[in-house]
């Protein structure tokens, strides 16, 4: 990984990589414990089938994995492990490989990290959510060996960005989330991943039209790239300076505007309720 590296040696790496096309008679060997070779018209059955079912149901984590693994090629997670090698801690995090696990963190560590430092963050990001750092599918689809690892360091490390940006993973969070991905990664399903807005209530969709979208894309765009963040390094850190680090602002605080929300709900039915009594 040594030395600097210019496009057309990554040209040659990604073309040296490429595999020759096969049929379901005579699938190649996989590249790397759980790797699943697919024909073209698999992935593209792949992509639809997977792509339907995220949409009607955008909590079907496995569904979105396989989603992001189908459309990933012919460019996309190229370019994305092409940012890596061009950037120095993007190319220690290839060379090391660290996953981001219950086993590899050790969590309640983390819960004594001083207040607002990222393992802090991220550790109450999940305390909060009900999530752990296990929940992420392993990568399949993928016939590269190296670009596997870099869907697969992308998806350990979505539960960061939900820290970094404070968004929770109710469905408006996520979309937030996915947005502001899109406009880094270019990830498409990422993107597509924006038809679920459809399934969100009118006040949401407004909201993220007027508030999350144009932040998400604004911030998504102008940051670095953050699959270089080499986030176990940096748990000690202050969420802030690795914010302003990256280029990031932190967007209003969602989970804080639909309790509001909520609560405005709450006391406008004891409202209608006291005055249907003082009629009575």
């Not at 360091?153 to 404070?166: G, K, N, V, W």
């Not at 979309?175 to 679920?196: C, D, H, Q, V, Y």
């Amino acid at each position: 990984m040594g030395g600097p590296l210019t496009h057309s040696t990554l040209r040659s790496v990604s073309t040296s990589q490429a595999h020759r096309p096969f049929s379901v008679l005579n699938r190649p060997p996989p590249n790397y414990p759980g790797h699943v070779p697919l024909t073209s018209i698999e992935r593209l059955a792949l992509a639809i089938g997977s792509a339907i079912g995220s949409i009607r149901d955008p909590h079907r984590g496995d569904l979105i994995a396989a989603l992001a693994e189908a459309t990933a090629k012919p460019y996309f997670i190229t370019r994305l492990r092409n940012a890596m090698l061009l950037d120095p801690t993007g190319r220690r995090i290839l060379k090391d490989r660290p996953r981001i696990t219950s086993q590899t963190l050790n969590l309640e560590k983390l819960r004594q990290l001083p207040e607002g430092s990222v393992g802090r963050t991220y550790v109450k990001w999940l305390d909060r959510e009900g999530v752990t750092p296990d929940t992420r599918s392993a990568v399949r689809y993928i016939d590269d060996e190296e670009e596997a690892y870099v869907m697969q360091r992308y998806r350990e490390c979505h539960d960061f960005y939900h820290a970094l940006t404070s968004l929770p993973i109710v469905r408006e969070g996520e979309i937030a989330l996915k947005a502001f991905e899109f406009a880094n990664t270019a990830l498409p399903m990422t993107g597509l991943s924006l038809a679920a807005l459809a399934t969100l209530k009118r006040g949401e969709r407004k909201r993220f039209w007027e508030v999350y979208g144009p932040w998400a894309w604004e911030n998504g765009s102008r940051s670095k790239e953050v699959i270089n963040v080499y986030w176990e390094e940096r748990l000690e850190d202050s969420v802030e300076d690795v914010r302003r680090e990256l280029g990031i602002e932190a967007p209003p605080d969602l989970r804080e505007i639909r309790r509001r929300e909520r609560e405005e709900r709450r006391k406008a039915k004891e409202r209608e309720k006291a005055a249907k009594g003082a009629i009575v």
